[in-house]
């Protein structure tokens, strides 16, 4: 088991940024490939991004290629999600998710394991 709690949300402008954080307790974190979704109004839990165990390879969801970066400091248990270039259509709860492997199938949340209560972003434009 482990538990997810993100934070760093709120309020920014457009063309803004954000951090989020995601910290992990419970299992060794190292043992996690772990993930960021959001879901904004009325839509579906979409897929951001996603980091191996070591951090040695990071996936993202074409939209956000360039502008968001996953990172993870396993010596603090914890997974960011760098946000530049914040658009209104940004505005979501992003959520954390981990997993014990990477499914074939991760931009799919079926195969996200463990999740987070999530983090509200508003853009503001």
């Known amino acids: 088991q482990v538990q997810l709690v993100e934070s760093g949300g709120g309020l920014v402008q457009a063309g803004g940024s954000l951090r989020l954080s995601c910290a992990a307790s419970g299992r060794t974190f190292s043992s996690f490939v772990m993930g960021w979704f959001r879901q904004a109004p009325g839509k579906e839990r979409e897929f951001v991004a996603a980091i191996m165990w070591s951090g040695g390879g990071q996936y993202y969801a074409d939209s956000m290629k360039g502008r968001f970066t996953i990172s993870r400091d396993n010596a603090k248990n914890t997974v960011y999600l760098q946000m530049n270039s914040l658009q209104p259509v940004d505005t979501a709860v992003y959520y954390c998710?981990?997993?014990?492997?990477?499914?074939?199938?991760?931009?799919?949340?079926?195969?996200?394991?463990?999740w987070g209560q999530g983090t509200q972003v508003t853009v503001s434009s």
């Open positions: 998710a981990a997993s014990t492997y990477l499914s074939s199938r991760f931009s799919n949340d079926e195969t996200w394991g463990f």
